[in-house]
């Protein structure tokens, strides 16, 4: 499905996505998913997961603020998604910073997420391979990480994004870059988190390729036209939103090569 018809089909169709991500990103992530417009639903108790992640078009799991009965939850709403063949996001934050996360990221993904989204450095170590990563912030090009990219997603099944200066997306076979947005963008914090979360919106109107793609696009494109308002990171965030909402479908192909 083109960009242009998943962003129209996004808006029709406004889905339900069950978002299991970090304190940080949590207001970031559900205003960047309504402005886009989906419907987020901020869930995380293990109590409530087997009823809530069936009735929704997409789950995203982020492990960035992870603890104990967070992990449980997240286990039991991939579980149910692969179940029910619901499409989910893993979104990997800063794994590497901890035996205890490593080995809850590697959990998640032997559990096969539909999308994978993470930073460069987020991307090579989950790869095995040695990267410069700052905790939840990428020290690595995404050039470097492509090939880590196209092995995890031929091992696990899943479409691999790496965001950055250009993003980059494969699933193994197939590949895609989009470019734009702005370096004021990763001065925001949990713009990926956010990315992650609007992935599982698209995610939940069409094929997991074109649905990645479609929500990197989104970004770049808002973030470009945000840069041209903004004095700065907070003025940036305010004017991305709204660049969010007012993005047209016919805009979205610029930005895709
Ligand atoms: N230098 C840059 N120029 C343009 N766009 C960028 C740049 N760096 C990042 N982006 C964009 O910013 C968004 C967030 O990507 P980033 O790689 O910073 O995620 P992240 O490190 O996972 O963020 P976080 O963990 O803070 O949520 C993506 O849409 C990406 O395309
Ligand atoms: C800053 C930060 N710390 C843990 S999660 C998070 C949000 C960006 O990933
Ligand atoms: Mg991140």
Not at 42 to 64: D, Q, R, S, W, Y
Not at 235 to 256: G, K
Request: some cysteine; aromatic content about 6%; charged content about 10%.
């Amino acid at each position: 499905m083109a960009p242009h018809d998943l962003l129209t089909a996004l808006r029709d169709q406004n889905p339900l996505v069950h978002c299991i991500t970090n304190y940080v990103a949590m207001n970031v992530a559900a205003n960047v998913v309504l402005a886009a417009g989906a419907s987020p639903a901020m869930v995380h108790a293990p109590e409530e997961i087997a009823e809530f992640t069936p009735v929704c078009g997409a789950l995203t799991i982020n492990i960035g603020t992870l603890s104990a009965p967070w992990q449980a939850s997240m286990v039991a709403a991939a579980t149910a998604a692969n179940a029910q063949n619901i499409p989910w996001v893993l979104d990997p934050v800063a794994h590497f910073i901890s035996d205890y996360r490593k080995r809850a990221a590697q959990l998640l993904l032997a559990q096969r997420p539909t999308i994978l989204r993470g930073n460069a450095s987020e991307i090579l170590a989950l790869a095995g391979e040695a990267g410069a990563g700052k905790g939840a912030d990428s020290g690595d090009s995404v050039e470097a990480a492509q090939g880590a990219a196209k092995s995890l997603a031929t091992q696990f099944g899943s479409v691999v994004a790496i965001t950055g200066p250009v993003d980059y997306l494969t699933d193994g076979t197939r590949e895609a870059q989009v470019s734009g947005g702005s370096p004021l963008m990763p001065q925001i914090t949990a713009l990926g988190c956010s990315q992650t979360a609007l992935m599982g919106a698209y995610a939940a109107t069409g094929p997991a390729f074109d649905a990645a793609l479609a929500a990197l696009a989104h970004f770049k494109v808002a973030g470009s036209a945000a840069a041209k308002r903004a004095e700065g990171p907070g003025s940036f965030q305010v004017h991305f939103l709204d660049a969010l909402a007012n993005t047209q479908p016919a805009d979205l192909a610029q930005v895709i090569g």
